[in-house]
Protein backbone atom coordinates (compact mmCIF):
# COMPACT_ATOMS: atom_id res chain seq x y z
CA UNK A 1 0.00 0.00 0.00
CA UNK A 2 1.01 3.59 -0.81
CA UNK A 3 2.20 5.80 2.39
CA UNK A 4 -0.55 8.79 1.14
CA UNK A 5 -3.38 5.71 1.35
CA UNK A 6 -1.52 4.53 4.55
CA UNK A 7 -2.32 7.81 5.92
CA UNK A 8 -5.07 8.50 4.80
CA UNK A 9 -6.75 5.53 6.37
CA UNK A 10 -4.66 6.22 9.75
CA UNK A 11 -6.43 9.30 9.64
CA UNK A 12 -10.05 8.20 9.15
CA UNK A 13 -9.66 5.52 11.99
CA UNK A 14 -8.57 8.05 14.29
CA UNK A 15 -11.89 10.42 13.48
CA UNK A 16 -13.86 7.52 14.13
CA UNK A 17 -12.66 6.53 17.44
CA UNK A 18 -12.56 10.40 18.38
CA UNK A 19 -16.36 10.78 17.47
CA UNK A 20 -17.33 7.56 19.24
CA UNK A 21 -15.63 9.19 22.21
CA UNK A 22 -17.69 12.30 21.87
CA UNK A 23 -20.95 10.80 21.55
CA UNK A 24 -20.42 8.37 24.47
CA UNK A 25 -19.48 10.97 26.81
CA UNK A 26 -22.92 13.16 25.71
CA UNK A 27 -25.50 10.06 26.36
CA UNK A 28 -23.28 9.48 30.08
CA UNK A 29 -23.43 13.31 31.10
CA UNK A 30 -25.93 13.94 33.41
CA UNK A 31 -28.34 17.12 32.37
CA UNK A 32 -27.91 20.02 33.95
CA UNK A 33 -29.87 21.47 36.69
CA UNK A 34 -32.40 24.23 35.70
CA UNK A 35 -31.66 27.59 36.64
CA UNK A 36 -33.64 29.35 39.20
CA UNK A 37 -36.73 31.33 37.68
CA UNK A 38 -34.86 34.49 38.98
CA UNK A 39 -31.66 33.76 36.84
CA UNK A 40 -33.85 32.92 33.86
CA UNK A 41 -35.34 36.06 34.51
CA UNK A 42 -32.54 38.23 34.64
CA UNK A 43 -30.60 36.54 31.83
CA UNK A 44 -33.69 36.60 29.04
CA UNK A 45 -33.86 39.34 26.69
CA UNK A 46 -36.39 41.57 26.50
CA UNK A 47 -40.02 40.74 25.10
CA UNK A 48 -42.64 42.91 23.19
CA UNK A 49 -46.23 41.32 24.29
CA UNK A 50 -49.47 42.76 22.23
CA UNK A 51 -52.84 42.63 23.77
CA UNK A 52 -55.58 42.74 21.36
CA UNK A 53 -58.49 42.29 24.31
CA UNK A 54 -60.05 45.78 23.60
CA UNK A 55 -62.53 45.23 26.13
CA UNK A 56 -62.86 49.13 27.33
CA UNK A 57 -63.31 50.38 23.60
CA UNK A 58 -66.53 49.26 20.84
CA UNK A 59 -65.65 46.52 18.75
CA UNK A 60 -63.29 47.75 16.02
CA UNK A 61 -61.59 46.05 12.72
CA UNK A 62 -59.15 43.70 13.20
CA UNK A 63 -55.08 45.07 13.42
CA UNK A 64 -54.39 43.01 10.20
CA UNK A 65 -57.50 44.50 8.93
CA UNK A 66 -56.13 48.23 9.97
CA UNK A 67 -52.43 47.87 8.74
CA UNK A 68 -54.18 46.86 5.42
CA UNK A 69 -56.18 49.65 5.30
CA UNK A 70 -53.68 52.29 6.86
CA UNK A 71 -51.04 50.78 3.78
CA UNK A 72 -53.63 51.25 1.26
CA UNK A 73 -54.49 54.61 2.46
CA UNK A 74 -50.63 55.99 2.44
CA UNK A 75 -50.64 54.37 -1.22
CA UNK A 76 -53.29 55.86 -2.66
CA UNK A 77 -52.78 59.40 -0.91
CA UNK A 78 -51.25 61.23 -3.37
CA UNK A 79 -54.40 60.31 -5.60
CA UNK A 80 -56.81 61.55 -2.92
CA UNK A 81 -54.73 64.72 -2.77
CA UNK A 82 -55.09 65.28 -6.78
CA UNK A 83 -58.39 64.46 -7.10
CA UNK A 84 -60.36 65.05 -4.01
CA UNK A 85 -59.09 68.40 -3.23
CA UNK A 86 -58.37 71.93 -4.89
CA UNK A 87 -55.21 70.90 -5.98
CA UNK A 88 -56.27 69.83 -9.81
CA UNK A 89 -57.75 73.29 -10.39
CA UNK A 90 -54.60 75.26 -9.49
CA UNK A 91 -51.99 73.32 -10.63
CA UNK A 92 -54.02 73.22 -14.14
CA UNK A 93 -54.57 76.95 -14.28
CA UNK A 94 -50.71 77.29 -12.92
CA UNK A 95 -49.51 75.80 -16.13
CA UNK A 96 -51.59 77.95 -18.49
CA UNK A 97 -50.01 80.79 -16.84
CA UNK A 98 -46.61 79.61 -17.27
CA UNK A 99 -47.50 78.34 -21.37
CA UNK A 100 -49.11 81.89 -21.72
CA UNK A 101 -46.38 83.47 -21.01
CA UNK A 102 -44.35 81.77 -23.57
CA UNK A 103 -41.68 80.35 -20.67
CA UNK A 104 -42.28 76.70 -20.33
CA UNK A 105 -39.42 76.32 -18.23
CA UNK A 106 -39.99 79.33 -15.80
CA UNK A 107 -41.56 78.53 -13.12
CA UNK A 108 -39.62 75.24 -13.43
CA UNK A 109 -42.37 72.01 -12.27
CA UNK A 110 -41.42 71.68 -8.66
CA UNK A 111 -42.56 75.52 -8.41
CA UNK A 112 -46.21 74.65 -9.87
CA UNK A 113 -46.48 72.04 -7.59
CA UNK A 114 -45.47 73.34 -4.61
CA UNK A 115 -47.23 76.32 -4.50
CA UNK A 116 -50.48 74.41 -5.84
CA UNK A 117 -50.01 72.11 -2.77
CA UNK A 118 -49.57 74.77 -0.49
CA UNK A 119 -52.66 77.02 -2.03
CA UNK A 120 -54.04 73.44 -1.42
CA UNK A 121 -53.33 73.14 2.09
CA UNK A 122 -54.37 76.94 2.32
CA UNK A 123 -57.55 76.82 0.75
CA UNK A 124 -58.65 73.09 2.15
CA UNK A 125 -57.63 74.38 5.66
CA UNK A 126 -61.51 74.99 7.18
CA UNK A 127 -62.13 71.28 5.69
CA UNK A 128 -59.38 69.77 7.14
CA UNK A 129 -59.70 71.33 10.55
CA UNK A 130 -63.58 69.74 10.55
CA UNK A 131 -61.88 66.44 9.62
CA UNK A 132 -59.54 66.58 12.67
CA UNK A 133 -62.42 67.76 15.14
CA UNK A 134 -64.87 64.99 13.91
CA UNK A 135 -63.01 62.35 12.92
CA UNK A 136 -59.30 62.38 14.19
CA UNK A 137 -59.57 63.14 17.67
CA UNK A 138 -62.32 61.13 18.32
CA UNK A 139 -60.56 58.15 16.89
CA UNK A 140 -57.20 59.05 18.98
CA UNK A 141 -58.86 59.42 22.12
CA UNK A 142 -60.87 56.04 21.94
CA UNK A 143 -64.51 57.32 21.49
CA UNK A 144 -65.35 56.48 18.27
CA UNK A 145 -63.99 53.35 15.96
CA UNK A 146 -62.42 53.40 12.58
CA UNK A 147 -65.44 52.92 10.38
CA UNK A 148 -67.13 55.74 11.82
CA UNK A 149 -64.03 57.85 11.43
CA UNK A 150 -63.73 56.81 8.31
CA UNK A 151 -67.22 57.89 7.63
CA UNK A 152 -67.35 61.20 9.38
CA UNK A 153 -64.16 62.18 7.98
CA UNK A 154 -65.07 61.72 4.52
CA UNK A 155 -68.12 63.95 5.32
CA UNK A 156 -66.51 67.37 5.17
CA UNK A 157 -64.75 66.11 1.97
CA UNK A 158 -67.90 65.46 0.46
CA UNK A 159 -69.81 68.74 1.47
CA UNK A 160 -66.54 70.48 -0.12
CA UNK A 161 -66.76 68.27 -3.33
CA UNK A 162 -70.63 69.21 -3.59
CA UNK A 163 -70.05 72.65 -3.42
CA UNK A 164 -67.87 72.78 -6.00
CA UNK A 165 -69.82 70.29 -8.68
CA UNK A 166 -71.71 71.34 -11.39
CA UNK A 167 -75.02 69.77 -11.71
CA UNK A 168 -75.42 69.05 -15.10
CA UNK A 169 -72.24 66.36 -14.21
CA UNK A 170 -73.66 65.33 -10.93
CA UNK A 171 -76.71 64.62 -13.38
CA UNK A 172 -74.75 62.84 -16.27
CA UNK A 173 -73.10 60.31 -13.71
CA UNK A 174 -76.22 59.47 -11.83
CA UNK A 175 -77.57 58.32 -15.11
CA UNK A 176 -74.23 56.62 -16.40
CA UNK A 177 -74.46 54.41 -12.94
CA UNK A 178 -78.12 53.86 -13.28
CA UNK A 179 -79.63 55.86 -10.25
CA UNK A 180 -82.53 57.33 -10.24
CA UNK A 181 -83.50 60.72 -8.79
CA UNK A 182 -81.51 60.89 -5.81
CA UNK A 183 -81.28 63.08 -2.98
CA UNK A 184 -77.95 65.47 -2.54
CA UNK A 185 -77.54 64.03 0.88
CA UNK A 186 -77.59 60.29 -0.36
CA UNK A 187 -75.46 60.79 -4.01
CA UNK A 188 -72.85 58.14 -3.33
CA UNK A 189 -68.93 58.75 -3.31
CA UNK A 190 -68.17 56.82 -6.43
CA UNK A 191 -70.84 59.53 -8.45
CA UNK A 192 -69.48 62.58 -6.26
CA UNK A 193 -65.87 61.87 -6.88
CA UNK A 194 -65.72 61.64 -10.96
CA UNK A 195 -68.42 64.49 -10.93
CA UNK A 196 -66.17 67.22 -8.84
CA UNK A 197 -63.08 66.27 -11.32
CA UNK A 198 -64.95 67.01 -14.23
CA UNK A 199 -66.13 69.76 -12.86
CA UNK A 200 -62.57 70.77 -12.29
CA UNK A 201 -60.96 70.45 -15.72
CA UNK A 202 -63.88 72.27 -16.98
CA UNK A 203 -63.21 75.23 -14.36
CA UNK A 204 -59.85 75.03 -14.99
CA UNK A 205 -59.77 75.47 -18.60
CA UNK A 206 -61.99 78.31 -18.39
CA UNK A 207 -60.00 80.36 -16.66
CA UNK A 208 -57.10 79.21 -18.43
CA UNK A 209 -59.02 80.87 -21.40
CA UNK A 210 -59.81 84.28 -19.91
CA UNK A 211 -56.06 83.59 -19.12
CA UNK A 212 -54.55 83.54 -22.34
CA UNK A 213 -56.40 86.45 -24.48
CA UNK A 214 -54.50 89.60 -23.44
CA UNK A 215 -51.01 87.68 -23.63
CA UNK A 216 -52.51 86.59 -27.27
CA UNK A 217 -53.17 90.22 -27.99
CA UNK A 218 -50.06 91.16 -27.69
CA UNK A 219 -48.69 88.17 -30.13
CA UNK A 220 -51.40 89.71 -32.68
CA UNK A 221 -49.90 93.10 -32.33
CA UNK A 222 -46.03 92.20 -32.85
CA UNK A 223 -46.88 90.10 -35.43
CA UNK A 224 -48.56 92.77 -37.16
CA UNK A 225 -45.58 95.25 -36.07
CA UNK A 226 -43.17 92.55 -37.91
CA UNK A 227 -45.22 92.41 -40.88
CA UNK A 228 -45.41 95.71 -41.37
CA UNK A 229 -41.64 96.25 -40.95
CA UNK A 230 -40.74 93.46 -43.37
CA UNK A 231 -39.34 91.84 -40.68
CA UNK A 232 -40.97 87.82 -41.38
CA UNK A 233 -37.68 86.28 -40.68
CA UNK A 234 -38.02 87.69 -36.84
CA UNK A 235 -39.74 85.03 -34.76
CA UNK A 236 -42.98 86.87 -32.98
CA UNK A 237 -42.23 84.72 -29.76
CA UNK A 238 -38.92 86.47 -29.09
CA UNK A 239 -40.17 90.19 -29.43
CA UNK A 240 -43.54 89.75 -27.53
CA UNK A 241 -42.01 87.33 -24.36
CA UNK A 242 -40.43 91.05 -22.62
CA UNK A 243 -43.78 92.71 -23.40
CA UNK A 244 -45.66 89.95 -21.88
CA UNK A 245 -43.64 89.53 -18.76
CA UNK A 246 -43.94 93.59 -18.91
CA UNK A 247 -47.09 93.29 -18.82
CA UNK A 248 -47.52 90.80 -16.00
CA UNK A 249 -45.61 92.25 -13.89
CA UNK A 250 -47.00 95.79 -14.37
CA UNK A 251 -50.40 94.17 -13.21
CA UNK A 252 -48.85 92.54 -10.24
CA UNK A 253 -49.91 88.94 -12.02
CA UNK A 254 -49.09 86.19 -9.48
CA UNK A 255 -50.82 88.16 -6.95
CA UNK A 256 -54.41 88.52 -9.44
CA UNK A 257 -54.14 85.16 -10.44
CA UNK A 258 -53.81 83.18 -6.50
CA UNK A 259 -56.42 85.88 -5.29
CA UNK A 260 -58.25 84.60 -8.55
CA UNK A 261 -57.45 80.85 -7.50
CA UNK A 262 -58.65 81.52 -3.51
CA UNK A 263 -61.65 83.52 -4.24
CA UNK A 264 -62.60 80.66 -6.87
CA UNK A 265 -63.48 78.30 -4.28
CA UNK A 266 -65.34 80.33 -2.14
Do not use: C, H
Not at 65 to 72: A, D, R, Y
Not at 245 to 251: G, I, S
Amino acid sequence: MKPRYRLFLLLLVASLLLATDVFAQAATATPPAAPAPAATAANSPLRLNINLEGTDRPADLSVAVQLVLMMTLLSVAPSLVLLMTSFTRIVIVLGFVRTALGVPSAPSNQIIIGLSLFLTFFIMGPTFDRINTEAVQPFMNKQITSAEAFDKGAAPLRDFMLKQTRTSNLEYFLQLGGYGPTPVKDLPMRVVIPAFVLSELQSAFQMGFLLFLPFLVIDFLVSSVLMALGMMMMPPNVVSLPFKLLLFVLVDGWRLIVQSLVQSFS
